[in-house]
């Protein structure tokens, strides 16, 4: 039985999430913003690269399991929060490089879990920005491992088509609201 009101936002890197996210944030939502990024951000502004700081994945991906878990820790689980991706994103990134998951990761994956999951199916475009080394084919690839990784823990994603920005903000209310009668 679920004990929260957390809902997850995942996909493939540029396949909109944090678009997704600002608009729940815009109507009223709480929002945790992509983990990923927030390190990335601070090594940055400590006067390194993206590209440079995840030459070794294995680190960068327990740094954000680890924050993740410190943010869902201090969380209230009976508010409606929107997640731009989950823990279990951790393990699909692990798996997708072939990297050990430890215990300490393995027991972060067994207390996050999630109301509903909604992954986005990959775009015909792709953006690249500061913070995005991947690229259009690994977003495309990382696909099945984020399905994989969050059925191991008891959640299917709800795929959501590339059907436009408010198009998908409906899709994902609609399902909630499906969820909650």
């Known amino acids: 039985m679920m ?3 957390w809902f997850v936002i995942t996909g493939g890197p540029s396949t909109g999430k944090s678009k997704l996210i600002k608009e729940f944030e815009n109507l009223g939502y ?3 913003p992509e983990v990923a990024r927030t390190v990335i951000d ?3 502004s400590k ?3 993206a590209e440079e700081y995840r030459r070794d994945e294995k680190k960068f991906q327990y740094e954000v399991a680890n924050l993740k878990a410190e943010i869902e820790k201090n969380l209230d689980s009976n508010e409606i929060v929107f997640f731009d991706r ?3 994103d951790t393990m699909a990134y692990l798996k997708y490089y072939d990297f050990e998951i430890d215990k300490t990761i393995k027991g972060y994956l067994e207390k996050s879990k999630y109301q509903k999951v909604f992954i986005l199916e990959p775009l015909e ?3 690249e920005d500061y913070a995005r080394v991947e690229s259009p084919e690994f977003s495309s690839k990382i696909y099945s491992f984020l399905i994989d990784a969050y059925k191991e823990y008891g ?3 709800i795929s959501v088509p590339d059907i436009g920005l408010n198009n998908r903000l409906q899709f994902i209310i609609d399902k909630i609201e499906i969820g909650r009668k």
């Open 47 to 49: 006067g390194t690269t």
């Open 42 to 44: 601070v090594a940055i």
């Open 30 to 32: 709480k929002t945790v």
């Open 86 to 88: 989950g823990m279990q």
């Open 155 to 157: 959640m299917v994603p």
């Open 125 to 127: 475009r792709f953006k």
């Open 3 to 5: 004990t929260n009101n």
